[in-house]
């Protein structure tokens, strides 16, 4: 309990003393490891808060959003595949692939709003396994608020340590997610495995 309050003391968001140390983070954000810092940011606030108690109408994906895997992934290669140093950054498509993708879903969901308050999700992760362009498992998952993208890169990160230590079956962590990933962080992203893999990060084995 003392290292949880720890560390929610030391990324607590609204402590002046800290201001420095949030230009830190800023700095951080633009830099090489930009997925990296998104991973802390998103276990930070788990460690917070770590139960999303939230109304889930208008936070999870809209029906034409199912979810797709690529089918090549299985749990029979994820040692060779997802689990692989490496793995997510190599098969994600690039800014020039996904900011037409972003634009056309802007326009039809939320014209005039800013490009900023929306990430292009993948429903299941790539680091489990996801589909990188298969449209059924895009969506624009908004930044603020709670329920935002940095809690559900939070639990994409602890079901990628799970399965990878093949302690949940990949399935099982694909269907979590697909079905309401706000009950898989309910689920999984407990304050246990939360502590337990927030300063093992690898920058590119986030979604």
């Known amino acids: ?14 402590d002046d003393k800290r201001a ?13 490891t930009h997925d990296f810092c998104d991973a802390v940011a998103g276990l930070s606030t788990a460690l917070r808060n770590p139960f999303l108690r939230v109304d889930r109408t208008g936070i999870l994906p809209p029906r034409d959003t199912p979810g797709a895997v690529d089918p090549s992934i299985t ?13 997510a950054r190599s098969v994600r498509p690039s800014f020039a692939v996904t900011a037409p993708v972003k634009r056309r879903l802007m326009d039809a969901q939320h014209p005039g709003e800013s490009f900023a308050d929306y990430e292009l999700d993948h429903l299941i992760p790539i680091s489990l ?19 935002n993208a940095a809690d559900k890169n939070a639990l994409a990160y602890v079901l990628w340590r799970l399965v990878c230590e093949r302690r949940v079956p990949l399935r ?5 997610i697909r079905r309401d990933w706000t009950k898989a962080y309910d689920t999984y992203a407990t304050p246990e495995n939360v502590a337990r893999y927030h ?4 920058q590119e084995e986030r979604d």
């Open 172 to 176: 099982t962590a694909q269907q979590a």
């Open 129 to 147: 396994g996801g589909a990188p362009l298969d449209r059924r498992d895009l969506w624009l998952q908004p930044r603020r608020g709670q329920a």
């Open 199 to 202: 300063f093992a990060h690898r």
């Open 1 to 14: 309990m003392a290292l949880l309050i720890a560390i929610g003391f030391w990324y607590w968001p609204f």
């Open 75 to 87: 749990q029979a290669n994820i040692g060779t595949t997802i689990c692989r140093p490496g793995y």
């Open 20 to 32: 420095g140390r949030r230009g830190e983070v800023s700095a951080c954000s633009v830099a090489a």
